[in-house]
């Protein structure tokens, strides 16, 4: 779910809560839309700070010799902080 999910959720919400227009038994049309509205922003407001996330890469190299050998060997490590 995106900030596209979520617009859509509350727009709905908004349809069924201001623009339609009829009764059915034991059920709150106002409060259905506007739980639809609710979750939508929050679903929103949720993608929104999810997609502007400070991501950060951790590179760590190790160096060193082998003394029998004499040869340099180098390891590197990447890591990324994803969601």
């Known amino acids: ?28 049309q106002n409060l259905i839309g506007y739980l639809l509205m609710g979750g939508g922003a929050l679903v929103f407001l949720i993608s929104l700070f999810a997609s502007f996330k400070k991501r950060s890469t951790t590179v760590t ?13 180098t390891t590197a490590q990447t890591k990324s902080d994803t969601l």
């Open 61 to 73: 190299t190790h160096s060193a010799v082998d003394a029998a050998a004499g040869e340099k060997s």
């Open 1 to 28: 779910m995106g900030i596209g999910s979520g617009i859509a959720l509350f727009i709905t919400g908004a349809i069924v809560a201001f623009a339609l227009n009829f009764k059915v038994a034991a059920v709150n």
